[in-house]
């Protein structure tokens, strides 16, 4: 099992910027990619940005790449998701997801087994 506990979102104006965190804990954790999803409203949960604790590719979804950065940190064992240029179309709720390495698969909500409890994000205007 691994847990996931994210934290860090809140409210912002456009134009401003927030940085996720999401804590890691569990077995055998740092074998699984690192996601992030978010949700929005009547709308269904979308791939943001997958990273890795190996040093693997980091890939982001076209709405947020060059203004989102994913990371990790081997040593405070959390994975994070640094937000810039924020628009009120990223207002969403953002979830940390860990699962199985895929080249194919990786925004897929199937590939990942593991779902934090999400942190909310609003972008205002």
């Known amino acids: 099992q691994v847990q996931l506990v994210e934290s860090g979102g809140g409210l912002v104006q456009a134009g401003g910027s927030l940085r996720l965190s999401c804590a890691v804990s569990g077995r055998a954790f740092m074998g699984y990619a690192m996601a992030w999803f978010r949700q929005a409203p009547g709308k269904e949960r979308e791939f943001v940005a997958v990273?890795?604790?190996?040093?693997?590719?980091?890939r982001y979804a076209d709405s947020v790449k060059g203004r989102f950065t994913a990371s990790v940190d081997n040593v405070k064992n959390a994975v994070y998701l640094q937000m810039n240029a924020l628009k009120p179309d990223d207002t969403a709720r953002y979830y940390c997801?860990?699962?199985?390495?895929?080249?194919?698969?990786?925004?897929?909500?199937?590939?990942?087994?593991?779902w934090g409890q999400g942190t909310q994000v609003t972008v205002s205007s």
């Open positions: 997801a860990a699962g199985g390495h895929s080249d194919n698969l990786y925004a897929a909500l199937t590939t990942y087994d593991f």
């Open positions: 990273c890795s604790w190996s040093g693997g590719p980091t």
